[in-house]
């Protein structure tokens, strides 16, 4: 790859002379820099061969042969990390990544918006409740939910805390796949108990059963065993939002004379933050990492174009992942321009389609929500809408948890609006349960599946 002139002024707080989007106000400063400097001398999270790694594989999906599963918590918080909440998300991945192997034939990448996910941009800097104004709650590496003064006080101490809970999760997770636990030879101890009272079932073990039988069949007739079965690579990703925490853990490696983010594998940049002479921008442009940008309906096509000259000037393949997330109601009017704006750059992307953020709604209740039918419509319509444009889609990003919660209404037991209360427990976003992610799934995979051979893309869960 031949180098950006641009990046020998590049440094990873270069950002702090753009204007920065979406930023807590630390009341202590001399704090926050002490806690940013301790963070910048403590050990990565991953590691670079890592992400070269999965850059690969992203490179492998932009061109049809490989899918990628990107899925978890629109928000973690610090009480999540524990070891049965951990082990369900990641079953779920599993489960859905088996679905996704089963029906579209080819490897899935398996990429979780976990250890790390702990900041979450606000559409408005305070929040009123009873006529006080407080700050809002910006994710727990940040500041507190509870509503009081001292709780919405930005506190630099949560940047520990939350590098400390991602590598906790982290490193239960990699013992996990290391221990066999994504054996594709056992896919029935994936199992969440509730499985065995879903409508989906039956359809699950079938599944289950014909990955078992054919890796008994090829390993008799081989003589040998498949080693991508027993064996899983799980990536994390998470929006890097928070800069100085981003900035702390970017490092120089000699070896390849790059900079990465080493917080996570693959960093996403979200439609507040992406202005191009933004501060996050000018981050992103600096990193080695392969990077998702999430895409709107009120981004315009140079909009778009401009953000991947500016953070792919060399057109590297495996760096760019374009996120899109319009909406149903939107998709089939503002996808199609953007498609062919970005055809026109030359640039390889990896499409993947987020039919969660552009569909959400408020119940009755109050309570936020998303309707199982618009997710599963704005998908349908993705697949569809890049398969009539000659493009193909990667992948699907969704919000969901391994737990049984009623956040998001519809799915194969017809979840209501007065469901909800039952089990809502996101304090941000709503997430789709197991059986909604499950469900979703396997409606990818028989759709792609009855388009016989065409050259569809991966799923980003």
């Not at 997710?375 to 990003?397: D, N, P, Q, Y």
Request: charged share 25%; with cysteine; glycine share 8%.
């Amino acid at each position: 790859m031949t180098r950006n002139p641009d990046l020998l002024q590049w440094h990873p707080s270069s950002w702090q002379s753009k204007q920065a989007q979406q930023q807590a106000t630390y009341p202590d400063q001399a704090a926050l820099e002490q806690v940013v400097a301790e963070l910048s001398r403590l050990p990565p999270l991953v590691v670079s061969w890592e992400i070269e790694a999965l850059k690969e594989q992203i490179a492998s999906a932009q061109r049809g042969e490989r899918f990628l599963l990107q899925g978890g918590d629109c928000a973690e918080t610090f009480e999540d990390c524990e070891s049965d909440k951990i082990a369900k998300k990641l079953k779920i991945l599993l489960q859905m990544s088996l679905v996704l192997v089963y029906g579209l034939k080819k490897p899935v990448i398996r990429v979780g918006r976990m250890a790390g996910q702990y900041a979450k941009p606000r559409s408005a800097d305070t929040e009123t409740r009873d006529g006080v104004t407080l700050p809002s709650y910006r994710g727990a590496n940040v500041n507190r939910p509870g509503f009081t003064a001292a709780e919405r006080v930005p506190d630099p101490q949560l940047l520990l805390r939350g590098y400390e809970r991602s590598a906790l999760t982290l490193n239960f997770v990699r013992s996990l796949i290391d221990g066999g636990f994504a054996d594709l030879h056992h896919p029935e101890y994936w199992d969440l108990d509730f499985v065995r009272h879903s409508p989906l079932k039956e359809t699950y073990e079938k599944v289950v059963q014909s990955i078992s039988e054919s890796l008994d069949f090829f390993e008799a007739t081989s003589g040998q065993p498949i080693h991508e079965s027993t064996t899983t690579r799980f990536y994390t990703s998470h929006e890097a939002l928070h800069l100085m925490l981003e900035q702390a853990q970017t490092r120089f490696i000699p070896r390849s004379q790059r900079w990465y983010n080493l917080s996570t594998h693959m960093p996403w940049i979200g439609m507040r933050t992406a202005a191009l002479d933004g501060a996050h921008v000018e981050f992103f442009r600096g990193i080695s990492n392969p990077m998702g940008i999430k895409v709107g309906p009120s981004m315009s096509a140079e909009w778009v174009q401009g953000l991947i000259a500016a953070l792919n000037p060399n057109n590297e393949p495996g760096r760019i992942v374009l996120i899109h997330r319009m909406g149903a109601k939107d998709i089939d009017k503002r996808l199609p321009p953007l498609i062919q704006a970005v055809r026109a750059t030359g640039s390889p992307v990896l499409w993947i389609c987020d039919p969660m953020h552009g569909n959400t709604e408020t119940a009755t209740s109050g309570l936020k929500t998303r309707r199982f039918e618009n997710i599963l419509s704005e998908t349908e319509a993705a697949f569809r809408i890049h398969r009539e444009l000659g493009s193909w889609l990667g992948g699907v990003h969704f919000e969901l948890t391994g737990e049984d919660v009623t956040e998001c209404t519809g799915g194969a037991r017809g979840l209501t609006d007065a469901d909800l209360a039952r089990a809502y427990k996101s304090q941000v976003d709503p997430r789709l349960n197991y059986e909604q992610a499950l469900e979703l799934a396997m409606r990818i995979a028989g759709l792609h599946a009855k388009k016989g051979a065409q050259k569809s893309a991966v799923i980003n869960i």
